[in-house]
């Protein structure tokens, strides 16, 4: 089992920056892709980004293509998604995920991820 907590989220306005955090306990070795998804009223949960734990390679929805960014920090079992220049369309839930083993084919399915955090709300005002 791997146990995800996000915190981070908040109020912002328009143009503005926010980090989320994403703390991993647990089996996280039997992870190789992190991602962060979220949910906006009345939509589908959709892929925003993902990162490999080892090699470090990211992955991006291109709707935040050049304003997010994802890291990680292997000792401290994190991860975090740096969002800058926000819009109100980036308002949403935010969950953070953890991959089943599936493989590359998976990182931006929904269906390739086992574990997922309770969420965090990210609320752009215009």
């Known amino acids: 089992q791997v146990q995800l907590v996000e915190s981070g989220g908040g109020l912002v306005q328009a143009g503005d920056s926010l980090r989320l955090s994403c703390a991993a306990s647990g089996r996280t070795f039997s992870s190789n892709y992190m991602a962060w998804f979220r949910q906006a009223p009345g939509k589908e949960r959709e892929f925003v980004g993902a990162?490999?734990?080892?090699?470090?390679?990211?992955y991006y929805a291109d709707s935040v293509k050049g304003r997010f960014t994802i890291s990680r920090d292997n000792a401290k079992n994190a991860v975090y998604l740096q969002m800058n220049s926000l819009k109100p369309e980036d308002t949403a839930i935010y969950y953070c995920?953890?991959?089943?083993?599936?493989?590359?084919?998976?990182?931006?399915?929904?269906?390739?991820?086992?574990?997922w955090g309770p969420g965090t709300q990210v609320t752009v005002s215009s």
């Open positions: 995920a953890a991959d089943r083993g599936l493989g590359i084919t998976y990182v931006y399915r929904r269906s390739g991820y086992g574990y």
């Open positions: 990162i490999n734990w080892r090699g470090g390679t990211t």
